[in-house]
């Protein structure tokens, strides 16, 4: 069975940091590209940042500078470390975990980020 567990969420001012983790079982993990994507209420889910099994990263635009994505396969787990969080960041975040050549997956059951004063 495969699961994919996020933690790290929470409320977090203006500014502040946050680093989510996504620990995987049931699957290869160094087989797998991850990534993690976000859902804002009223809003489709949006990419955030992928990093493949040979460590390519790809960022979205809104979040490059402030986003780190990064992966440890010894312990089939991938991290996204949160900087400079503003109030549009606040979503339900997800990891995804997907073996090429599929582009279905895996997906998380969410954690949720809150940016507010």
């Known amino acids: 069975q495969v699961q994919l567990v996020e933690s790290g969420g929470g409320l977090v001012q203006p500014g502040g940091s946050l680093r989510l983790s996504c620990t995987a079982s049931?699957?290869?993990?160094?087989?797998?590209?991850m990534g993690w994507y976000r859902q804002a209420p009223g809003k489709q889910r949006e990419l955030v940042a992928t990093?493949?099994?040979?460590?390519?990263?790809n960022l979205a635009d809104s979040v490059k500078g402030r986003f780190t994505i990064s992966r440890d396969n010894a312990k089939n787990t991938v991290y996204l470390q949160m900087n400079t969080l503003k109030p549009e960041d606040t979503a339900v975040y997800y990891c995804?975990?997907?073996?090429?050549?599929?582009?279905?997956?895996?997906w998380g059951q969410g954690t949720q980020v809150t940016v507010s004063s």
């Open positions: 995804k975990a997907n073996r090429p050549p599929a582009t279905t997956g895996y």
């Open positions: 990093i493949s099994r040979r460590g390519s990263v």
């Open positions: 049931g699957i290869i993990f160094s087989f797998n590209d």
